[in-house]
């Protein structure tokens, strides 16, 4: 019965190499966002979507690729890992369009390590 | 732009004494306020929220009050437990059109015996 769930939990991996993670939802929620957090614990958006469509890409390198099949499920694919990208990847999902009063609800995580 | 700032860390306490956690912010618009907490290992969880001006967010002991004139969202609690050793983040999301929550840099709670 979990409601965010990402999968895998760990991730380690070379440079150069590509890799993907999976988030799904099960709350009915319209909107899915990407966060990362970095080593001194710093949370940062990186991609929304409502409804399956893109609606806020913050500036992320294009070696990050999102993708939402649905509006349950929102991946997110990194091309030519670099030492940089290792971090904590975080997905969430809200009601609406993101503002108001909704809070979101995260997944657990996935800690991506590039050696 | 949308910011938040958060006192810096960690806050060392000993069990139940007084936890204040001073956040203030900036908006372009009139922001809802949250407070997240973030558990070792695991991912944030809504701690509570206020969605206009002196509106009063509890949960767990924890409040926070939104002070619209001195743009603040302090969290405090009376007695912390051991239990409540965490990372908190202060964050804020507009209330109209397609917003996304923008946090502080977290706070590191720890409580000791």
């Known amino acids: 019965d979990t409601a965010v769930s990402q999968t895998p939990k760990y991730l380690v991996t070379q440079m150069g190499n590509d890799k993907s993670i999976k988030c799904e939802q099960n709350?009915?929620?319209?909107?899915m966002y990407w966060y990362k957090q970095d080593s001194k614990k710093f949370l940062k958006i990186m991609f929304s979507?409502?409804?399956?469509?893109?609606?806020i890409n913050e500036t992320v390198p294009n070696r990050f690729s999102p993708k939402s099949p649905d509006k349950a499920h929102l991946n997110l694919h990194i091309n030519s890992l670099e030492l940089g990208d290792s971090a904590v990847y975080f997905c969430?999902?809200?009601?609406?369009?993101?503002?108001?009063?909704?809070?979101?609800?995260f997944g657990s995580g996935t800690r991506l390590t590039v050696v | 732009g949308n910011s938040v700032t958060q006192m810096e860390g960690p806050v060392t306490l000993s069990e139940e004494a007084f936890l204040t956690i001073n956040c203030t912010y900036t908006?372009?618009?009139?922001?809802?306020l949250f407070w997240y907490v973030q558990y070792p290992g695991e991912g944030l969880q809504l701690l509570l929220k206020a969605t206009k001006a002196d509106d009063k967010g509890s949960n767990k002991g924890f409040e926070a009050t939104y002070r619209k004139e001195t743009t603040s969202f302090h969290l405090e609690k009376g007695s912390v437990q051991v239990s409540d050793s965490a990372v908190y983040f202060c964050?804020?999301?507009?209330?109209?059109?397609?917003?996304?929550?923008?946090f502080g840099k977290g706070t590191m709670l720890l409580v000791s015996p």
């Open positions: 709350l009915g929620h319209d909107t």
């Open positions: 969430a999902s809200s009601q609406g369009t993101g503002g108001g009063n909704y809070g979101y609800t």
């Open positions: 964050a804020l999301s507009l209330r109209s059109g397609y917003s996304t929550l923008t």
């Open positions: 979507y409502n409804n399956k469509e893109l609606i």
């Open positions: 908006a372009t618009g009139y922001p809802s």
